[in-house]
């Protein structure tokens, strides 16, 4: 590996040895950190020192094995030299900048002659360009060696599994069920970087009609955990981007099943209000709750609270809901005590959609 010999490198201690001094500290508190969460999965990208002594870029994922007890025994993985990815995106993040700044002057010199949203209109083509090559090097350089590792532990698994002993299955389990995390958690990053690029469309949407038909398809699940769902909608109709509605909604109502499902039994309340200039939704349930002391850090990117072993997900959820509701000019927020419940409030401007002009 890297022109290393097998026992140079074939410990911890002698991987370790060849991190870049200034990314080393930041790695090891980053593995700690998943270990003392007790969480399965952990990446980075840092400089790893070959052995003509010259630095690789690397992305490095590692899958940790914990024990009966829950403490962490090893840690399995690969590393990936991504030294021409990074050089490549740090070219292509030179043109975009050196095009945004072309645009830029151009845009300064014919001020006179074209209009500030012309000019916004073109820094935004931009950006979107940008965010594409993003896209395709996310979904084409990571999930392309993801479907060749779990294509590899699906077929261990259905060729081999009667010569495997316990301790190998239970290894081939945990690789299957993070490399699944992990193509979940890729879809996420994805579906949050092109919100970006999308322009709401203004359309007058039911609202009881699109919660009943959430609840309809969650009918199922309601019935398995004895979940009361109660909806009380003041405001039946507001006009908005029902897409981004819908991805509002949805997230918010799975959540409240997902973190009430041990309560006795689970109870859902869904309730509009029509306010002067805005129409509010709230979602509650009798879950877990949290504290509010980590109200700001929910609502950000790949952000839990709790461990995934006990709540599946990848804590990009609320998130996306955030990012839509700001693109529709609306505000989310939240107020929960841990073992209370949570209450999660939604505020849509009526009027023009945001972004539509409608």
Same mark, same amino acid.
């Given at each position: 590996? =890297?022109? $290393?010999?097998?026992?140079?490198?074939?410990?911890?201690?002698?991987?370790?040895?060849?991190?870049?001094?200034?990314?080393?500290?930041?790695?090891?508190?980053?593995?700690?950190?998943?270990?003392?969460?007790?969480?399965?999965?952990?990446?980075?990208?840092?400089?790893?020192?070959?052995?003509?002594?010259?630095?690789?870029?690397?992305?490095?994922?590692?899958?940790?094995?914990?024990?009966?007890?829950?403490?962490?025994?090893?840690?399995?993985?690969?590393?990936?030299?991504?030294?021409? @990815?990074?050089?490549?995106?740090?070219?292509?993040?030179?043109?975009?900048?050196? @095009?945004?700044?072309?645009?830029?002057?151009?845009?300064?010199?014919?001020? $006179?002659?074209?209009?500030?949203?012309?000019?916004?209109?073109?820094?935004?083509?931009?950006?979107?360009?940008?965010?594409?090559? =993003?896209?395709?090097?996310?979904?084409?350089?990571?999930?392309?060696?993801?479907?060749?590792?779990?294509?590899?532990?699906?077929?261990?698994?259905?060729?081999?599994?009667?010569?495997?002993?316990?301790?190998? !299955?239970?290894?081939?389990?945990?690789?299957?069920?993070?490399?699944? *995390?992990?193509?979940? !958690?890729?879809?996420?990053?994805?579906? $949050?970087?092109?919100?970006?690029?999308?322009?709401?469309?203004?359309?007058?949407? *039911?609202?009881?009609?699109?919660?009943?038909?959430?609840?309809?398809?969650?009918?199922?699940?309601?019935?398995?955990?004895?979940?009361?769902?109660?909806?009380?909608?003041?405001?039946?109709?507001?006009?908005?981007?029902?897409?981004?509605?819908?991805?509002?909604?949805?997230?918010?109502?799975?959540?409240?099943?997902?973190?009430?499902?041990?309560?006795?039994?689970?109870?859902?309340?869904?309730?509009?209000?029509?306010?002067?200039?805005?129409?509010?939704?709230?979602?509650?349930?009798?879950?877990?709750?949290?504290?509010?002391?980590?109200?700001?850090?929910?609502?950000?990117?790949?952000?839990?609270?709790? @461990?995934?072993?006990?709540?599946?997900?990848?804590?990009?959820?609320?998130?996306?809901?955030?990012?839509?509701?700001?693109?529709?000019?609306?505000?989310?927020?939240?107020?929960?005590?841990?073992?209370?419940?949570?209450?999660? =409030?939604?505020?849509?401007?009526?009027? @023009?959609?945001?972004?539509?002009?409608?």
């Amino acid at each position: 590996m =890297f022109n $290393y010999a097998a026992e140079e490198v074939g410990t911890d201690s002698g991987r370790r040895e060849h991190v870049h001094r200034e990314d080393l500290e930041r790695v090891v508190s980053d593995i700690r950190a998943v270990m003392d969460r007790g969480e399965q999965f952990w990446a980075d990208e840092y400089r790893f020192r070959r052995a003509d002594g010259s630095y690789a870029d690397i992305f490095d994922r590692g899958f940790v094995i914990y024990d009966g007890t829950g403490k962490p025994i090893r840690m399995i993985g690969a590393m990936n030299d991504i030294s021409e @990815r990074k050089r490549a995106l740090e070219i292509l993040e030179q043109r975009v900048a050196s @095009r945004t700044a072309e645009l830029e002057s151009r845009n300064r010199e014919r001020e $006179y002659e074209i209009s500030p949203r012309k000019r916004v209109e073109e820094l935004l083509r931009a950006r979107n360009e940008e965010l594409k090559a =993003f896209a395709y090097t996310v979904s084409h350089d990571l999930k392309a060696p993801l479907r060749g590792i779990a294509g590899y532990a699906q077929e261990l698994d259905r060729r081999h599994r009667a010569g495997l002993g316990e301790r190998a !299955l239970f290894c081939l389990k945990q690789i299957l069920t993070a490399t699944h *995390n992990l193509d979940r !958690l890729i879809e996420d990053l994805l579906h $949050y970087s092109r919100l970006d690029a999308e322009t709401p469309t203004g359309a007058e949407v *039911n609202l009881a009609h699109m919660v009943e038909a959430i609840l309809r398809d969650r009918k199922p699940l309601i019935l398995e955990q004895g979940a009361e769902v109660a909806v009380s909608l003041s405001s039946t109709s507001v006009r908005t981007w029902e897409r981004g509605l819908l991805q509002v909604l949805t997230n918010l109502i799975d959540n409240a099943l997902k973190y009430s499902r041990d309560a006795k039994p689970p109870r859902i309340h869904i309730t509009s209000q029509e306010l002067s200039d805005a129409v509010r939704i709230v979602i509650s349930d009798n879950g877990i709750g949290f504290d509010m002391k980590y109200h700001d850090r929910i609502f950000g990117l790949f952000n839990r609270l709790v @461990r995934q072993e006990d709540f599946e997900g990848t804590g990009a959820g609320l998130a996306i809901v955030k990012k839509v509701v700001e693109k529709l000019r609306g505000r989310i927020w939240a107020e929960s005590k841990p073992g209370s419940g949570a209450k999660f =409030f939604v505020e849509l401007p009526k009027g @023009r959609t945001a972004g539509t002009g409608k």
